[in-house]
């Protein structure tokens, strides 16, 4: 622990003046030494540096934090051990140990598939288990598990205002044991409702959330079953408007159909060729008119003169060589021969019998079978007659025409219908199409009803017999520790927002001080330093440190001051347990060992202590001689060092410090300079009190005592500041502990004189 004393140098008389013998005291010329200027002495270590530096604005570092910890782990953990274990202690009791109860669900890595492979199998594990997690919490799950019977009736949940909020925060469901068994677990302090309340959640899941799955399969199924119905009923009514269509076309097949189509077209063509035929009789017969009537021939004359086509009679005689021509019966004969031909094709393509193009055709094969004999059949009831072949021409062309216009409309409307055929049968191919496939997914849907769930049970809740401590563990063990570690950072924290001085550097750095010298402290050693599995301190090499560490200041001193005149130098501190009185006895003490008379005055008149490391006394000392009870001579005390002489501080009243706040120890100072070569002066805190301040406005040098790890900064600086505004020759600072490693110095100089000295003694015995 960082106490007032920690690290604080105890020395005896004989530590103090380095184990030297007491010798006889040196005769003291009290001779007044001539007033002369103080040398003016500059105490910044650089120019550069602003001087009203005060070291506060430092960063936060690894290392400044870790040794902010190092001078305050003892209290820290004084504190922070027994709070921890308070706080874990407090959490323990406060914490009940309740029962817990789980429930395990598994999730298979796949959807269950008995035929092939569907999307569902292909869905992402991961995410259908999240799913399923937060399904198992959502609000609906837990509202339709609360209306399980008797579930509100439980000791758990009768007295409670909001279950439901209560479920959703308290519920526990992970999958801790592995990625596919889902945990649903519940603390409690009664184990049958708490055993009841997590089975009711799980079965309440299962039956909305994964049968019900099942049971929206089943709807889909139906869906899809009714839509195939009704696609099927359409198709079949499709297929017999189509099957009628093709009964009136003659054919069910459209490519049998198409060349009927075409075979009535040539059929037609040969109509209307036979028609131009007509055509090209007519007028040869009207042009044999025209020639008979030119000669004058009568009607008589001319229908006696020209052929006659005789019915139900004999072949007319030849004709006229002016009507003469090709032979009309074999020209019959041969279209005879092609209609015939053209017949039974037809007849091969179609069913009906009584298509409008086979009936035409067998008319057309009548009349060029008569033709070809050359006799044509009189209606039923009537006589042979005998009439022109120009009539029997007209009569033709009439026939002919009107049996083209009657096949012209049959192939119309059989083309028209044909089209249609076709419209309809590439409709009905999609919806086939599209039936086969709905008919496909029935057969599959109706295997998959029978594949196992996804989910699946693998252990009830059951009612628990033994109470659960991990949580109440865990919370006192994680309160201790947090706790542990506030305390520790509070401390540490405070310690390094107190911008102590931790090391050499800040002196130069930080307050802008010359550092004159260094006094160690004992090393510790051990662990980080702290002490902690350390060896035995050598107390003796400690103080050979110390010894020659104040010889070294004393050197840096006797190059700042005139050897021909005597000195006075003023030690003070900015506050209380900063060394001050170790600096003072000490400088004291290695000014005397270099052969100066040496006078050490006590004048920290509110806390003196120098007497106890002089090993002398505290009056009559120097507020006795101000108050002028004794003379100055009447106040020395003898030290066992030759040339250094101790004056205690005295009992201190109020006319001395009105006596020193009138001249600031001027004739006083005086008087000691002009009996000794040195005067050392041991004052107060120089923030607490005033009497520093005055007194070093009359010393030639002023030292500024600071404690490793204990000194402030920001005092340190202010205390600069003070000395500064009085304009007094503030020499530096010098550190107390500075080096706790001391045994790494080297010490060998005065070990090898020691050794030196006893070999010569052993020599002359």
Known sequence: ???????QPVFNAGQLFGGMQPTPQQPIQHQAAPQQPAAK?????????????????????????????????????????????????????????????????????????????????????????????????????????????????TRMMRDMKYPIEFLEKNLDVDFDYSAEFIRISLEGEYPEDIAMVVNAVKDVYLDEVVYNERNQKINDL?????????LDQNVRKNQQRIARMADELGTGDSKIAILTQQRLQENLRDLEKDLRDINDDIRNEEAIRLYYRERGYTEEQMR??????????????????????????AVAQKKLLEIRSKIAEFQRNIRDKNHPGLLAMLRKEKELAAAATGMVAAPQGT????????EHLLKQREKLEEEI????????????????????????????????????????????????QRV??????????????????QMATFGGFAIFGMVIAGFTMFEWFSYRVGSTSDIANAVNLRLVGTIPSPDKGGLLGLGIFSGKVN?????????????????????????????????????????????????????????????????????????????????????????????????????????????????????????????????????????????????????????????????????????????????????????RSLQVPLLGAVMVGADSDFQRQSYGYRQEVQRKVSRDNMVRS
């Open 1 to 7: 622990m960082n106490s007032s004393n920690e690290n």
């Open 304 to 329: 006696a003169a020209m052929p006659m086509i005789g019915f139900g009679g004999s072949r007319n005689a030849a004709l006229p060589a002016a009507a003469a021509g090709p032979d009309p019966g």
């Open 383 to 390: 006589p042979g007659v005998s009439i022109s072949k120009y």
């Open 41 to 153: 002495i500059s105490s910044r270590v650089s120019t550069t540096q602003a001087p009203n530096n005060t070291g506060t604005d430092r960063p936060i570092t690894f290392w400044g934090i870790l040794d902010a910890f190092r001078r305050r782990w003892i209290p820290a953990l004084a504190v922070a051990i027994p709070a921890a274990m308070l706080v874990a202690g407090v959490l323990w009791q406060m914490i009940p140990a309740q029962y817990e109860t789980s429930a395990l669900l598994k999730i298979q890595q796949y959807q269950q598939v008995l035929g092939a492979d569907t999307k569902e199998r292909e869905s992402e594990f991961l995410t259908y288990r999240d799913s399923q997690i937060n399904m198992l919490k959502s609000r609906p799950i837990l509202t339709s598990a609360m209306r399980v019977e008797g579930l509100k009736e």
């Open 539 to 723: 107390y003796d090499e400690w103080n050979r440190a110390v010894i020659e560490s104040m010889d070294v200041v004393r050197t840096y001193l006797m190059r700042h001051v005139d050897p021909s005149r005597p000195a006075s130098i003023l030690i003070t501190s900015a506050s209380a347990n900063e060394g001050k009185t170790t600096v003072s006895c000490q400088l004291a003490a290695s000014l005397a060992r270099s052969g100066k008379r040496v006078a050490l005055v006590d004048c920290d008149f509110r806390r003196p202590s120098a007497h106890l490391m002089m090993d002398g006394q505290e009056g009559p000392g120097i507020c006795e001689y101000l108050r002028g009870e004794i003379a100055l001579k009447d106040t020395f005390q003898q030290t066992q060092a030759a040339g250094l002489t101790f004056i205690g501080a005295g009992q201190v009243d109020q006319d001395v410090l009105q006596k020193l706040a009138a001249d600031g120890g001027r004739a006083m100072i005086n008087t000691l300079k002009s009996q000794f070569d040195f005067v050392i002066i041991d004052t107060s805190p120089l923030l607490f009190v005033a009497e520093p301040s005055m007194l070093a406005q009359n010393a030639d040098i002023v030292l500024l005592s600071t404690r490793k790890d204990y000194s402030r900064i920001n005092y340190v600086a202010q205390s600069r500041d003070s000395l």
């Open 456 to 473: 699946s049970i693998v252990q009830e809740a059951n009612i628990p017999e033994k109470r659960n401590i991990k949580k109440r563990t």
């Open 222 to 230: 139906r869906l899809l079953e009714t839509k195939f119905n009704e």
């Open 405 to 452: 216009k009657t096949m012209t409309a049959d192939l119309r409307q059989s083309g028209a219908r044909l089209v249609q055929l076709e419209e309809e049968k590439r409709d009905i191919a999609s919806q086939e199409k599209t039936r086969e496939t709905l008919a496909q997914e029935i057969a599959n849907r109706r295997i998959e009803l029978d594949a196992p």
